[in-house]
């Protein structure tokens, strides 16, 4: 009884000190998860348009509007899964649910090729021209499967950049320079994925069997939840703090209710840190006007209760809340910009296969090369340009100037596009040479090597490299924290949304160009019959358009987010040192907290 009574009086015990956030420790277990997951999916999604070409027997037209359209899809479910993971799961657990989802979808497809009664009898589409078509329920034994990959993409995708940036403190410039690293590394492993995806499972697939190559994809999604958990006691947990979309609808209601107002006679909502949505406040910007509308407060009594907090949020919100949308409007060009881009990067996923397919494949007198693997020109280069970039390019500007140095957004966006315009120009005249070689010889196989294709790949990994990592690097830097999974959610919007304009571009062409009278430029199972080099030539003009925009109105978007940036980089190093000290303990420190915990 003695020893009960004592024990309210005793001293509280020590709390332990805080953690050391997860950085490169928990990242190499995202990044393991993202390496087998993209081998898993990109497996699948390489080859997906040579297999419902042969298996299904489909055409050109209807293959590239299911690609196209299954892509877009699973992209834009990225906006579902942003929500799902900031309002209810969290990142970590939506990652972990979307990983379970493509694994079932991945087993769905593989089921497809083990049983032939999921498919159309076998049919030799360089022969006939009047295959047997699939039947409805087998069309929505694979839709479903898609779909279920569909689902999948949407919780991991937007979760996972960020739940991987979430184990870096960039308030430090140690964290902010690993972060940066990150966004390569990140883009690199799951680079090298969908290189040994191509390299292996591919020919598996094209030349052992169809049920064997979707087999082994499904059984690597398995291990990518396997190493996931692994790595969970290392991992920094961010709680879902609500979603950023509902506080966007409401910032813009109280704007227009509160239209009539002057911002300059009212003070704003402006609630303490504890009460704003991330642990640091964002700075109030005189950008978009409009919108600090939604944070006056015209009459106190009515809009605030007892407490000092709003009674009704949509007439009422945070400046907070305010500067959250003005950062997602300050990305909107540069996301139309994005989208230019991804419209090129299209071409060579769908059509740039379809080509492969009619060209001379044949390695000696017994290998034939699968028409997926020129994809391995764009790998190869994206993979080589980021290892020179972050191993030589960056040291030897180190080394010269006493200052990291590194290429900015605006540059690397500049130099991506104008690689889309080169990528899209090779593209028309190598098709020109392989049509105009098939039909001399009048055969569906041209004679031309399909070696003649790599380098346009290659210039399609080169802007892969340069434009969609600066746009993801983006918009994720540009925005606060809490706001990463929707940068996540909104870059994969963008190759959702171009994956939609390139299957309207390809009808829009279709239709015009068959009711000409003349050669229609995209169609039907055979190329030779088609004047793709012209439909390649017109996305390079769209480009030269993108190009154009990008350099005379989206860059100025960029360039405040590159001189922040430098301004950081450049912060002196005794600053710099004591911030770090705020975050990082000593290793010993932090393996007894750990053990605490």
């Not at 332990?16 to 390496?35: L, M, Q, S, T």
């Not at 929505?140 to 870096?168: E, N």
Request: charged letters at 15%; proline letters at 5%.
């Amino acid at each position: 009884m003695e020893l009960e009574s004592a024990a309210p009086s005793s001293p509280p015990p020590l709390q332990p000190p805080r953690r050391k956030p997860g950085g490169w420790r928990a990242v190499k277990y995202i990044i393991g998860n993202e390496a087998f997951e993209k081998l898993s999916s990109m497996s699948l999604m390489s080859n997906i348009t040579v297999y419902l070409s042969t298996q299904y027997n489909l055409n050109g037209i209807f293959v590239v509007n299911v690609v196209n359209i299954w892509s877009g899809a699973s992209n834009i479910a990225t906006l579902a899964g942003a929500f799902i993971a900031d309002s209810y799961l969290g990142r970590y657990r939506t990652l972990l649910y979307g990983s379970i989802a493509s694994f079932l979808g991945t087993g769905a497809v593989a089921l497809t090729a083990a049983l032939h009664q999921l498919r159309p009898p076998s049919c030799d589409i360089e022969k006939s021209h009047h295959c047997p078509q699939p039947h409805f329920w087998q069309l929505l034994v694979l839709f479903t499967g898609l779909g279920l990959l569909s689902i999948g993409a949407g919780g991991i995708r937007p979760c996972s950049v960020a739940f991987g940036a979430d184990q870096f403190d960039a308030r430090t410039e140690k964290g902010r320079s690993q972060l940066e690293s990150f966004f390569n590394w990140w883009y690199l492993s799951f680079t090298m994925a969908l290189l040994i995806a191509l390299t292996g499972v591919v020919y598996v697939q094209t030349n052992v069997s169809w049920a064997i190559g979707f087999v082994i994809p499904t059984i690597c999604f398995f291990f990518s939840i396997l190493f996931f958990l692994w790595g969970r006691h290392t991992y920094i947990l961010a709680e879902p703090r609500g979603s950023i979309f509902s506080d966007m609808v409401r910032v813009i209601t109280a704007a227009c209710r509160k239209r009539r107002h002057s911002v300059s006679s009212h003070s704003f909502y402006d609630p303490p840190m504890a009460d704003s949505l991330d642990g640091e406040k964002m700075a109030h910007t005189d950008r978009y006007k409009w919108l600090d509308k939604a944070a006056i407060i015209v009459n106190p009594d009515e809009e605030l209760d007892e407490q000092g907090k709003p009674k009704n949020p949509w007439r009422l919100c945070s400046l907070q809340q305010v500067e959250g949308l003005k950062c997602l409007v300050a990305i909107i060009p540069v996301w139309v910009s994005g989208m230019g881009c991804f419209i090129v990067f299209d071409q060579p996923n769908t059509l740039g296969i379809l080509q492969a397919m009619q060209t001379n494949r044949s390695i000696g007198s017994h290998f034939k090369f699968p028409p997926a693997w020129v994809k391995m020109g764009s790998l190869l280069a994206l993979s080589i340009w980021i290892i020179i970039y972050e191993r030589v390019f960056i040291k030897m500007a180190k080394k010269i100037t006493g200052k990291e140095r590194r290429l900015t957004v605006k540059q690397r966006i500049t130099i991506g596009i104008f690689l889309s315009i080169m990528c899209m120009v090779v593209s028309g005249v190598v098709e020109k040479y392989r049509r105009e070689s098939a039909l001399k010889n009048g055969s569906f196989n041209s004679t031309t090597s399909f070696a003649f294709m790599l380098p346009q790949h290659a210039l399609s990994g080169l802007m892969e490299a340069f434009a969609t990592i600066a746009v993801m690097e983006f918009f994720n830097m540009n925005m606060p924290e809490h706001m990463r999974t929707v940068a996540g959610a909104i870059f994969f919007l963008t190759l959702s949304v171009s994956s939609f304009v390139s299957s309207l571009i390809v009808n829009l062409v279709h239709a015009v160009t068959s009711k000409t009278g003349k050669i229609p430029w995209v169609g039907g199972h055979d190329l030779n019959q088609t004047r793709l080099d012209y439909y390649y030539y017109l996305i390079a003009i769209i480009a030269t358009l993108n190009l154009l925009y990008f350099v005379f109105f989206a860059s100025r978007f960029v360039t405040s987010y590159d001189e922040n940036t430098k301004l950081k980089r450049e912060v002196p190093a005794e600053k710099s040192t004591e911030n770090e000290h705020q975050i990082d303990l000593p290793e010993k420190e932090t393996k007894e907290a750990a053990a605490e915990c």
